[in-house]
């Protein structure tokens, strides 16, 4: 299972894998039910979830066979469910490069204007460029983007884009990958090669690898940020069920 997950991934345009992925994730989820592990965001109870990545460093055990949310979908989920009002409060809501786990969820919610944004997903409502995006100053009470900023290549202006899109006080989640090894974001636009990217980036489809200074490249481009260290909520037990460990920290970023 790892290796076709593996292949499809490196192989398969991520246009496609989405729908592939919304006809099979129902038929993979019967054949892990179990009690060992439960996914937070579906409600679903499993032996084991399925691999995930491009790599085989720590691929094990990642993503929900029912609705593939990964570690960081169950630990959002988790936060605006215990800690915000998003499910009730009514709000505006731009979610760039919706992920499968939330999109169908969100778009329940009678109190949440949902909008859906990408350059090219089957998910996406409108598709524009992060870097120049189709919507007025202050439109969205809330934007979600996670893990983008790592693709694109110019991010202050896409991070610029986003805080111009948000109301005054609204907020975004905006997650990466972060290099707990760098001190300072690496990025070097002579690097072109998939391989030679991913050898650098740690994808071969990233541009960047975020570090320690994530939080303070976001206050730059005009946010105020909160580093909310959420798995510290938990237990280790309640970790390992729920298998939150690979991103600790959201970054809440609002508009002053």
């Known amino acids: 299972m790892k290796l076709i997950i593996k292949i499809l991934l490196k192989y398969i345009p991520r246009k496609y894998l989405i729908r592939f992925s919304f006809a099979f994730s129902g038929l993979f989820s019967l054949f892990y039910v179990g009690k060992k592990h439960h996914c937070p965001v579906c409600g679903g109870h499993f032996r084991t979830f399925l691999p995930y990545g491009y790599s085989d460093e720590k691929a094990e055990n990642r993503l929900c066979p029912r609705c593939l949310s990964l570690e960081r979908h169950r630990l959002i989920w988790l936060y605006l469910k215990n800690e915000t009002s998003f499910f009730s409060e009514p709000l505006k809501m731009l979610h760039i490069a919706p992920e499968q786990s939330f999109y169908t969820r969100f ?99 990233h541009v960047r690898w975020h570090g320690k200074d994530y939080a303070q490249r976001l206050r730059s481009y005009g946010f105020d940020v909160k580093e909310v260290q959420y798995t510290d909520q938990f237990t280790a037990e309640d970790i390992e069920k729920m298998r939150l460990t690979r991103e600790k920290v959201i970054f809440v970023a609002t508009k002053p």
Request: proline letters at 7%; aromatic letters at 10%.
């Open 107 to 205: 778009k329940k919610i009678k109190t949440l204007i949902y909008h859906t944004g990408d350059l090219e997903s089957p998910l996406a409502q409108f598709h524009f460029d992060i870097h120049q995006m189709p919507f007025g100053d202050n439109t969205y009470d809330m934007v979600m983007c996670n893990h983008v900023l790592e693709h694109v290549a110019d991010e202050p202006k896409a991070g610029r884009e986003i805080l111009r899109v948000l109301k005054p006080g609204g907020q975004a989640i905006l997650q990466v990958p972060i290099n707990e090894n760098f001190e300072k974001t690496f990025e070097d636009p002579s690097i072109t090669e998939p391989k030679d990217r991913t050898k650098y980036f740690g994808q071969y489809d």
